[in-house]
């Protein structure tokens, strides 16, 4: 029963993100890569990278981008060989062009927009003035029995 | 008196009397009930449905009519719905309990050897059960302004009802029609499926009812604004009635996204506590939209301005809160926590989503000028400074919003397949909370109306020293050039400092033992005020300290190994299998070491569920103030010893710690006398305040 339990436990013991084996003796070129796998999407997992998942497919890419690394690629290269393989899909940080650029200016855009509301409501609302408008200053002549000037 | 069922064999085995005696019949009509229990549970769902759609109707009608009774039928209506609920949901509990596997759902998420904690939990655990809860929620919420709600106009009161149930016909329409939770299966299996393991967890079990109480509670807030919309009319009194709810929902929220991350954190293995995931987005939407509606509130009911706004953010909350559930429910997005996702679910939600905001925003377009504002006030004023805070918050939840659904809008409209992850969020969202940091202290002082900003000034810039000062500290400290630390130690000091300044103010310019009293008898209002402001310091520098400083050390052990990881030295002195109730697990024994003295002893496992067929990962922590040790063994490796990660996370628990005062700062403001119930008539007859 117990060597049953131990297989069991074996067999269903998934991979582990990042594996001591898979480090990079350098340690500047692993914590590059490190820094690297965290901006790359494992492919067949929901939402996850390269660098948390446990799928086997995230390890193969973990190691495929050291060997670039290795290699001499620099961080640019690493990541553009890797969409060059994968395709757009793998970047976690959406580069900044065509469609894109939507995703990337629409808050900052939004934000001057919203400043400029803001700011048009505080000043309306500042407006109005210490003392009376002169339509009032019109109805008050007219209550005192007085004609308008 | 015979029986009106003989079931003297099965429901009474040991009676012995040859007319059924008053016992058997006892115990016959039990068996009776318990079997019909789920109809009768089903029932009552069908029932509160069928009252929900005239709740919908009649008070509305009678509202525009002004006809009380027609009114009046509002109460009675929105407290049985919501029994009716309740009593369905403890029947399916019953289910759960008793694992009844006649019913496919506890068949489907059960299992006889799971522990009675996870039995129960398990009842949200899945869709359909997670919805009814969502309903006897909602229910709630509408008996709750039926019951308190006598300060209130009764015409506003029926309308604000009859929106309410008309956001509950919509749910029990999709309850029923495609998440039943009551429907039997003709062979009951001989033991269930099992909840999925990772839900299995005292921090994931609360953290749904948390988090469907903030969801649901802006409903009200969103029923209060339609029913304004249609009265054409928005006042200080408004405001009041309506920030009570939108606190309560904001607290539930902050609680139940802290557990969500706490539970993240812990469980899934590399101490992370947050990762712009779809689910976790549709969370954070609402809690910040209904953060900027909290604080507009305000401007409205001291000030009578901004009327038009909160209105809009009011719609928007609950808007948000249904786009939530639309991304969980439809797995639109994929994520990894959608444990339901079925496109024709999703497409329902999509509809209610479409009809209720849509016809919001309608109704807004027309009536939103009718909402006049009255206050004035200058440049420099609190009014300006809390249209800051809106403005930040709202555009952070449209950072989220458009990076959240992003990935969907480029591959319908462009064809391309992105992705939108982390990097990108901590880049475009963190400006935003950075921006609100530092306006904070600043703006909670200003004066309503008129303030100076030199006064202001004033009373903060010692705090400014001390923020700049701790960062250089901080600077000087650490190893490495990371900016990131030493920010959030400014920021951190800069937000809580703020905050105690603005305690210290408002104690006048007594002696300090006269200020020190005046405080504690500050109205409880301010020190929510204040404790919510402290939260949100302590979690920024939490946030900040742990990314920043943050050691880890992934390397192969062999039993017996000694390694250092900072200034703690670790041990791994055993590795065993056991057997658990319903998994086996694989457990290290590590031992960790300061010096000479031992400070602990860590069991990290690695799990295997086989009724469900999944592992997980349980990572061992010692918490501590200053920081969490944080280990995680893996798998053996092919040379002998086993891989294992150590973590040392400074500042780790600052951040739900921060939460949580945030939460606490909700509770105070909440027990502030102006908006406990009856405010409004207890006004009338004002008492004396006892002396504390």
Request: neutral net charge; charged residues 15%.
């Given at each position: 029963m117990k060597r049953l339990l131990v297989i069991l436990v074996f067999l269903a013991s998934p991979l582990w993100a990042v594996d001591p084996k898979e480090m990079?003796?350098?340690?500047?070129?692993?914590?590059?890569?490190?820094?690297?796998?965290?901006?790359?999407?494992?492919?067949?997992?929901?939402?996850?990278?390269?660098?948390?998942?446990?799928?086997?497919?995230?390890?193969?890419?973990?190691?495929?981008?050291?060997?670039?690394?290795?290699?001499?690629?620099?961080?640019?290269?690493?990541?553009?060989?890797?969409?060059?393989?994968?395709?757009?899909?793998?970047?976690?940080?959406?580069?900044?062009?065509?469609?894109?650029?939507?995703?990337?200016?629409?808050?900052?855009?939004?934000?001057?927009?919203?400043?400029?509301?803001?700011?048009?409501?505080?000043?309306?609302?500042?407006?109005?003035?210490?003392?009376?408008?002169?339509?009032?200053?019109?109805?008050?002549?007219?209550?005192?029995?007085?004609?308008?000037p | 008196m015979p029986c009106r069922v003989a079931l003297r064999s099965e429901g009474a085995p040991n009676c012995t009397a040859e007319e059924g005696c008053l016992l058997c019949c006892l115990a016959a009509e039990w068996v009776i009930i318990t079997l019909m229990l789920i109809e009768l549970g089903h029932f009552a769902l069908i029932l509160a449905f069928g009252i929900a759609i005239v709740q919908m109707i009649v008070p509305m009608v009678g509202a525009h009519r002004g006809n009380a009774g027609w009114m009046a039928m509002a109460e009675p209506a929105a407290t049985a719905q919501f029994l009716l609920t309740a009593f369905a949901f403890a029947v399916l509990t019953w289910g759960f309990v008793t694992s009844d596997f006649s019913l496919q759902l506890v068949y489907l998420n059960s299992h006889t050897d799971?522990?009675?904690?996870?039995?129960?939990?398990?009842?949200?655990?899945?869709?359909?059960?997670?919805?009814?809860?969502?309903?006897?929620?909602?229910?709630?919420?509408?008996?709750?302004?039926?019951?308190?709600?006598?300060?209130?106009?009764?015409?506003?009161?029926?309308?604000?009802?009859?929106?309410?149930?008309?956001?509950?016909?919509?749910?029990?329409?999709?309850?029923?029609?495609?998440?039943?939770?009551?429907?039997?299966?003709?062979?009951?299996?001989?033991?269930?499926?099992?909840?999925?393991?990772?839900?299995?967890?005292?921090?994931?079990?609360?953290?749904?009812p948390f988090l469907y109480l903030g969801y649901v509670g802006l409903s009200m807030s969103f029923s209060f604004a339609i029913a304004a919309l249609i009265e054409g009319r928005v006042d200080a009194a408004w405001g009041r009635w309506v920030r009570p709810w939108t606190l309560a929902a904001w607290m539930f929220l902050t609680i139940g996204i802290a557990l969500g991350s706490w539970w993240a954190y812990y469980e899934l293995g590399w101490g992370g506590f947050w990762f712009w995931d779809p689910v976790e987005n549709a969370s954070f939407m609402p809690w910040l939209i209904s953060a900027a509606l909290l604080h507009?509130?305000?401007?409205?009911?001291?000030?009578?301005?901004?009327?038009?706004?909160?209105?809009?953010?009011?719609?928007?909350?609950?808007?948000?809160?249904?786009?939530?559930?639309?991304?969980?429910?439809?797995?639109?997005?994929?994520?990894?926590?959608?444990?339901?996702?079925?496109?024709?679910?999703?497409?329902?939600?999509?509809?209610?989503?479409?009809?209720?905001?849509?016809?919001?925003?309608?109704?807004?377009?027309?009536?939103?000028?009718?909402?006049?504002?009255?206050?004035?006030?200058?440049?420099?004023?609190?009014?300006?400074?809390?249209?800051?805070?809106?403005?930040?918050?709202?555009?952070?939840?449209?950072?989220?919003?458009?990076?959240?659904?992003?990935?969907?809008?480029?591959?319908?409209?462009?064809?391309?397949?992105?992705?939108?992850?982390?990097?990108?969020?901590?880049?475009?969202?963190?400006?935003?909370?950075?921006?609100?940091?530092?306006?904070?202290?600043?703006?909670?002082?200003?004066?309503?109306?008129?303030?100076?900003?030199?006064?202001?000034?004033?009373?903060?810039?010692?705090?400014?020293?001390?923020?700049?000062?701790?960062?250089?500290?901080?600077?000087?400290?650490?190893?490495?050039?990371?900016?990131?630390?030493?920010?959030?130690?400014?920021?951190?000091?800069?937000?809580?400092?703020?905050?105690?300044?603005d305690l210290w103010m408002r104690s006048g310019r007594d002696s300090i033992p006269q200020r020190l009293r005046r405080i504690t008898r500050l109205p409880r209002a301010d020190w929510g005020k204040a404790t919510a402001h402290i939260g949100m310091g302590v979690t920024i520098f939490g946030i900040a300290a742990m990314m920043a400083w943050e050691q880890e050390d992934i390397r192969i052990a062999q039993i017996g190994d000694s390694w250092d990881v900072g200034q703690f030295e670790f041990r791994l002195d055993s590795v065993n299998q056991f057997e658990g109730p319903n998994y086996l697990t694989t457990m290290a024994d590590i031992s960790v070491w300061q010096g000479a003295r031992q400070i602990g002893d860590l069991h990290p496992e690695k799990r295997f569920y086989p009724v469900a067929n999944m592992p997980t990962t349980e990572a061992a922590i010692i918490n501590g103030v200053l920081r969490d040790i944080y280990v995680v063994v893996g798998d053996p490796q092919e040379g002998g010893g086993w891989a294992v990660r150590v973590y040392l996370k400074p500042f780790a628990n600052w951040i739900w710690g921060g939460a949580m005062l945030m939460a606490l700062g909700g509770c105070f403001s909440l027990s502030d006398r102006r908006l406990r119930i009856g405010a409004a008539s207890a006004k009338k007859t004002p008492k004396a305040v006892p002396a504390e």
């Open positions: 990079l003796d350098d340690p500047v070129l692993e914590e590059r890569a490190r820094a690297l796998s965290q901006e790359l999407r494992c492919p067949v997992c929901r939402n996850e990278s390269i660098d948390e998942s446990n799928a086997a497919l995230a390890q193969e890419l973990r190691i495929v981008l050291r060997e670039r690394m290795v290699a001499g690629d620099t961080d640019e290269e690493a990541l553009e060989f890797m969409v060059s393989r994968y395709g757009e899909f793998v970047l976690l940080r959406p580069d900044a062009r065509g469609a894109n650029l939507i995703l990337w200016l629409a808050a900052p855009a939004l934000l001057l927009i919203a400043l400029g509301i803001g700011w048009s409501t505080i000043r309306a609302r500042r407006a109005a003035p210490e003392g009376l408008s002169d339509a009032e200053k019109a109805e008050l002549e007219k209550i005192l029995g007085r004609d308008a | 799971k522990p009675m904690i996870y039995k129960i939990t398990g009842v949200w655990g899945n869709h359909e059960g997670s919805m009814l809860l969502w309903m006897v929620i909602l229910t709630l919420f509408g008996a709750c302004a039926a019951w308190f709600g006598d300060g209130l106009p009764a015409r506003l009161r029926a309308r604000v009802l009859a929106v309410q149930a008309s956001i509950a016909v919509a749910f029990f329409a999709f309850v029923l029609f495609t998440s039943n939770p009551f429907l039997r299966l003709e062979v009951p299996p001989l033991n269930g499926r099992d909840l999925n393991p990772l839900l299995q967890d005292p921090g994931l079990a609360f953290h749904p507009s509130a305000i401007v409205v009911e001291k000030r009578e301005a901004l009327k038009s706004w909160t209105i809009l953010l009011a719609i928007l909350a609950f808007g948000f809160s249904l786009l939530g559930a639309f991304i969980v429910r439809s797995g639109v997005l994929t994520s990894v926590h959608a444990f339901a996702n079925d496109p024709a679910r999703g497409m329902l939600i999509l509809i209610i989503l479409a009809v209720f905001l849509g016809g919001a925003l309608t109704l807004f377009a027309f009536r939103a000028h009718a909402m006049e504002s009255k206050g004035v006030f200058s440049t420099v004023s609190r009014e300006s400074g809390l249209i800051l805070n809106n403005i930040l918050l709202s555009v952070s939840c449209f950072v989220v919003f458009i990076g959240t659904i992003w990935p969907l809008v480029s591959e319908l409209l462009f064809d391309r397949t992105v992705s939108v992850g982390p990097p990108f969020f901590d880049a475009a969202f963190t400006p935003f909370m950075v921006a609100l940091a530092i306006a904070l202290p600043l703006g909670s002082i200003l004066a309503w109306k008129r303030g100076s900003l030199a006064r202001a000034a004033k009373s903060v810039v010692g705090w400014l020293v001390v923020a700049i000062a701790m960062a250089g500290l901080a600077y000087a400290i650490q190893s490495g050039n990371s900016a990131l630390g030493p920010i959030g130690v400014a920021l951190g000091v800069w937000v809580v400092g703020g905050a105690l300044a």
